[in-house]
């Protein structure tokens, strides 16, 4: 079980089940939305989510013109979660809203090519420039 909640407190969450992938991202929406070189995510099955609290959503259409979906806390802005077109029935939650951000083991970066040099990252790591043509499967 993943627990976590927004900067205020107003947003509480639970979350069953393993992630299907942690990532590291550094898209330019993703330093926008985080102000920072990038965000760190694990991605879980969307009905293995409980949220309490009022949150607002963000609609963006990506490079690839896929929409995203963002929701944040409507009081504190914390940005919690992500959804994308491509990965139906999936939800990405933000690791730094757990409770236990070290619970996640990211497993790649992806969009390093947008990496700012400040930024430093494992680089052990699976890295791809972009995004890589992945999509979660079931029972891993
Ligand atoms: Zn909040
Ligand atoms: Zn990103």
């Not at 879980?44 to 949220?51: A, R, S």
């Not at 944040?72 to 809203?97: D, H, R």
Request: with cysteine.
């Amino acid at each position: 079980m993943f627990k976590g909640s927004c900067c205020c407190g107003d947003v509480t969450y639970e979350i069953i089940g393993e992630p299907v992938i942690g990532a590291h991202c550094h898209c330019i929406d993703c330093q926008k939305r985080s102000g920072a070189g990038h965000t760190t995510g694990a991605m879980f099955l969307e009905e293995n989510f409980k949220i309490k609290g009022t949150l607002s959503k963000y609609d963006q259409i990506t490079d690839g013109g896929k929409k995203t979906t963002h929701f944040f806390c409507t009081n504190c802005g914390s940005q919690l979660f992500g959804k994308n077109a491509v990965t139906v029935g999936f939800m990405t939650v933000s690791a730094g809203t757990l409770e236990d951000p070290n619970l996640i083991e990211p497993q790649v970066a992806v969009f390093a090519k947008f990496k700012n040099h400040w930024d430093m990252m494992d680089s052990s790591l699976e890295t791809f420039e972009g995004m890589p043509d992945w999509k979660p499967k079931l029972g891993v």
